[in-house]
């Protein structure tokens, strides 16, 4: 049986627990391999070989450290087809969304590899003669990044990527449901050259492991992706400690429809943000705001289509819909969908775990749609994290602007209109740190920054050139080449 194990300073190693846990396919219940259960020892040890790599890879020129993300591309290209059918495997997600995850770390790799030759710094004019001024980057140290099962290798991409160009050291814990992505992953930084002890793979499930990593004195920052609940604990901890923390928690996107809106595109662009990813992304659509006047054509079309989805594995290149992580979620999602039905919403299509000879022991739920939710409800507030819509009905442009805003969170958002003015206004009004104008709320490019406001996170970024702010920090350096002594805010004459 296929084993997962840990990688320490250079070593591929087990640990002293001896406990495994499966890895399962979502789309059949067939169990994959397992996946070493690591305990705080093992996180002890990550951190002392990353700290003492760390050391002279702060003083590696960053060009160089770039060579290495270029080589860490160049393999992932090379094994984007592997690379994609094992994520699908592990993970669920339909193959063609596999390979575009792919891509999206190759489009990081070469991305952050450029700022091996940017890294820009600022020079400012002094207050005093014969003075020089500037600001550098430099490296925090070691990194503990926490990485979720949804995007199992482009998160942890857009979190080691900068990391390491800047000059830091990383140990990492995946998700316990995708480890074998993981390993793939650090065997391509392996295969690239980095120097042992800068990228440790620490495994586990529980919160062991994240808790030790979190808590480690050593480590000096934190960057996380995952639940709210999880990332408010992370943010307790660490704060006390005074660690960086980077947190990238949940969502609660909406797609506006308004009454001038092109339809056709609208209902497209729902379907792939809805359920794509089976709605297991951050970046998910989960509610629909629409302008009365159009609610009943959209509501239609959207039932139509939904019914015509093709539900099924992955690896088939037919299907548009695969299967959820686990059956826990399966149970999760399907307790929401009830409660909704509770609450008084209307079910149009879907509400059901999907059980039939076709889809065997795998994890399925229909694609889900409600109408006549209000926004008090508690499925037009929470993440639900699967394939179920509330559509919300308003009678405004400026109703759906705060229907937008009222909720927890602050991902993504997106607006179909044909009006300019409210282009505009709706790019200023929105509070989410994604906006989308006439396209659905996923899609993120990895150029730009990544995140989002209230519950979504904590004012940093992923990806894009916002993510060098979390992995260095400014050093404010100062040459005074006068040869006297020069007083800054005090009167010299
Ligand atoms: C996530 O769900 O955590 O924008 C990441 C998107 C993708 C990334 C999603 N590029 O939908």
């Not at 951190?47 to 060579?67: F, G, I, N, T, Y």
């Not at 094994?79 to 063609?96: F, H, N, P, W, Y």
């Not at 901890?237 to 990238?248: F, I, M």
């Not at 039932?303 to 099924?312: M, P």
Request: charge should be negative.
């Amino acid at each position: 049986m296929k084993q997962c194990l840990n990688f320490i300073n250079g070593e591929w190693c087990s640990s002293k627990s001896n406990n495994f846990i499966d890895v399962v396919n979502p789309a059949n219940g067939e169990v994959l391999g397992e996946v070493i259960q690591s305990t705080k020892e093992d996180v002890d040890e990550a951190v002392k070989a990353a700290k003492e790599a760390q050391k002279s890879w702060r003083l590696v020129p960053a060009a160089e450290r770039a060579e290495v993300l270029y080589k860490v591309g160049y393999l992932l290209k090379e094994r984007k087809e592997s690379l994609a059918q094992i994520l699908t495997k592990e993970m669920g997600k339909v193959i063609d969304e596999a390979r575009g995850e792919v891509q999206e770390a190759i489009d990081m790799a070469f991305y952050m590899a450029g700022e091996g030759r940017r890294l820009f710094g600022d020079t400012v004019p002094s207050e005093l003669q014969n003075k020089f001024a500037m600001s550098i980057r430099v490296p925090i140290g070691v990194a503990g990044l926490i990485t979720p099962w949804n995007f199992p290798i482009a998160i942890i991409s857009w979190k080691s990527l900068p990391a390491l160009v800047t000059g830091n050291a990383v140990v990492w814990k995946p998700a316990p449901e995708t480890p074998m992505i993981a390993e793939e992953f650090m065997k391509i930084y392996e295969e690239a050259g980095l120097p042992k002890g800068l990228m440790n793979l620490v495994n586990g499930s529980g919160p062991e492991v994240g808790n030790a990593i979190v808590e480690h004195p050593d480590i000096d920052l934190i960057s996380f992706t995952g639940s709210n609940n999880v990332g408010k604990i992370i943010n307790e901890r660490a704060g006390s400690l005074l660690k960086r923390t980077s947190l990238e928690m949940g969502g609660k996107n909406a797609i506006i429809v308004l009454d001038d809106a092109d339809i056709d595109l609208a209902v497209d662009s729902i379907l792939w943000s809805a359920f794509g990813t089976t709605g297991q992304r951050c970046t998910a659509c989960s509610r629909v705001i629409v302008h009365e006047n159009v609610k009943e054509q959209l509501e239609n079309q959207l039932i139509e289509r939904t019914q015509q989805l093709k539900i099924g594995d992955g690896l088939d290149p037919s299907v548009d819909v695969g299967p959820v992580i686990h059956g826990k979620s399966l149970e999760r999602i399907h307790e929401y969908v009830k409660l909704g039905i509770e609450e008084g919403a209307k079910l149009l299509t879907g509400g059901e775990i999907l059980k039939d000879k076709e889809l065997g022991k795998g994890y399925y739920y229909a694609p889900t749609l409600f109408t006549d939710v209000s926004t008090n409800m508690r499925i037009a507030k929470e993440e639900i994290f699967g394939p179920v819509v509330s559509i919300i009905p308003v009678k405004s442009f400026e109703e759906a602007i705060k229907v937008n805003n009222d909720v927890e969170y602050g991902l993504s958002s997106s607006i179909f209109t044909g009006d300019v003015n409210r282009v505009f206004t709706a790019m200023r009004d929105l509070d989410t740190g994604i906006v989308y104008i006439n396209a659905g709320t996923t899609g993120a490019e990895i150029h730009l920054p990544f995140g989002g406001t209230k519950g979504t996170g904590n004012g940093h970024r992923d990806s894009g050139v916002a993510s060098l702010d979390v992995f260095t920090d400014w050093k404010a350096v100062y040459v005074d080449y006068s040869g006297q002594l020069q007083r800054a805010q005090i009167d010299n004459n």
